[in-house]
């Protein structure tokens, strides 16, 4: 694991080359700040993938960007009250674990334009970046009840958060529309960051039969891939595809479309100097969420129909996902 950081780490640092770039040539630069989420860089997940956004807007708008992480600063207020003393014009804080550090920072400062992604707030100064990952969510559930052989299947979240009941709820609905009768297993690591946990309940639900697992839990979940593979079961990763993960077991990722919400809340502000709208939420008619290639399985004609017809019903709207 430390090596896979190591060889992450180091390809971030050599893409930055800074925070922005030598030869920006605005008059007035974007300037953005990020407290990322609580693994930081290196959780092959969230945190890069939003960095990889913010590279991609540094190299194509110019913007420049700086961040913090929670091993630096110990604290989510720290690092997102330093961010603001930078100067930056908007502070953005990754994932719902930040809320209410962002909120305590942003009362303070009523005056700057915050961004809290994957929760709502109400203060009138922080603007929300929310993604439909029940819609994601789904088409895996729909890939994991075609692919499972036992009608078994295991759900392994980082925490038991309004969010990640989102990818369980999506994920349900989408393994009942294949399989009504099958059994899924549910789990809660409460840890972001512990592949070990992630890998001891993926044996758990092995044991007791699942022969599917889907883990929407951070570097917990690369555990989880991980042992799936050492077990020869299936697997789904997210957030970004994980197939590098455990290239034996991982069929699909559901792809949180993180790098490009971030991109274009960059745009915006470059464009019009700030966001339009306080709420913004992004699904598969967005290109918000999406799925990765279907690898290590074949789908056969029938099931890449199913798959497909499904997914044009939940853009629709024919299909309604509910809370579980």
């Known amino acids: 694991m430390k090596r896979v950081l190591i060889i992450v780490?180091?390809?971030?640092?050599?893409?930055l080359g800074g925070c922005s770039s030598p030869g920006d040539t605005k008059e007035r630069e974007?300037?953005?700040?990020?407290?990322?989420?609580?693994?930081?860089?290196?959780?092959?997940?969230?945190?890069?993938?939003?960095?990889?956004?913010?590279?991609?807007?540094?190299?194509?708008?110019?913007?420049?960007?700086?961040y913090r992480e929670i091993s630096e600063?110990?604290?989510?207020?720290?690092?997102?009250?330093?961010?603001?003393?930078?100067?930056?014009?908007?502070?953005?804080?990754?994932?719902?674990?930040?809320?209410?550090?962002?909120?305590?920072?942003?009362?303070?400062?009523?005056?700057?334009?915050?961004l809290l992604i994957d929760s709502v707030s109400e203060l009138g100064n922080v603007h929300s970046l929310t993604f439909k990952e029940d819609e994601g969510s789904f088409l895996i559930g729909v890939l994991a009840a075609l692919k499972s052989k036992s009608g078994h299947v295991g759900f392994i979240g980082g925490v038991?958060?309004?969010?990640?009941?989102?990818?369980?709820?999506?994920?349900?609905?989408?393994?009942?529309?294949?399989?009504?009768?099958?059994?899924?297993?549910?789990?809660?690591?409460?840890?972001?960051?512990?592949?070990?946990?992630?890998?001891?309940?993926?044996?758990?639900?092995?044991?007791q039969g699942a022969d599917v697992l889907y883990p929407a839990a951070g570097l917990t979940g690369v555990g989880a891939l991980k042992e799936a593979q050492a077990k020869g079961v299936l697997a789904f990763g997210v957030?970004?595809?994980?197939?590098?993960?455990?290239?034996?077991?991982?069929?699909?990722?559901?792809?949180?479309?993180?790098?490009?919400?971030?991109?274009?809340?960059?745009?915006?502000?470059?464009?019009?100097?700030?966001?339009?709208?306080?709420?913004?939420?992004?699904?598969?008619?967005?290109?918000?969420?999406?799925i990765a290639p279907v690898r290590v399985v074949t789908l056969t004609e029938q099931e890449s129909a199913k798959l497909e017809s499904l997914k044009r019903d939940l853009i629709e709207r024919k299909i309604q996902i509910g809370s579980r």
């Open 9 to 15: 780490l180091g390809v971030v640092m050599l893409a």
């Open 30 to 66: 974007v300037r953005i700040g990020i407290m990322l989420s609580d693994v930081g860089l290196g959780d092959q997940s969230f945190s890069d993938s939003a960095f990889q956004g913010l590279i991609k807007a540094r190299d194509g708008l110019g913007v420049r960007f700086d």
């Open 73 to 114: 600063t110990q604290t989510y207020e720290i690092g997102i009250e330093e961010l603001v003393r930078a100067g930056n014009d908007l502070v953005v804080g990754l994932g719902f674990m930040s809320q209410e550090s962002l909120e305590s920072v942003a009362k303070r400062y009523p005056e700057q334009k915050f």
């Open 160 to 207: 038991d958060a309004p969010v990640i009941r989102n990818f369980y709820n999506g994920y349900v609905q989408g393994v009942h529309a294949v399989k009504p009768d099958a059994k899924i297993s549910l789990a809660f690591a409460e840890d972001f960051g512990n592949p070990d946990k992630g890998a001891e309940l993926a044996r758990q639900m092995i044991a």
């Open 239 to 290: 957030d970004s595809d994980q197939f590098a993960v455990a290239e034996k077991a991982v069929v699909s990722s559901m792809l949180k479309h993180i790098d490009e919400g971030m991109y274009q809340v960059a745009k915006m502000m470059t464009d019009q100097g700030a966001l339009p709208d306080r709420q913004l939420s992004l699904g598969l008619k967005d290109n918000g969420v999406g």
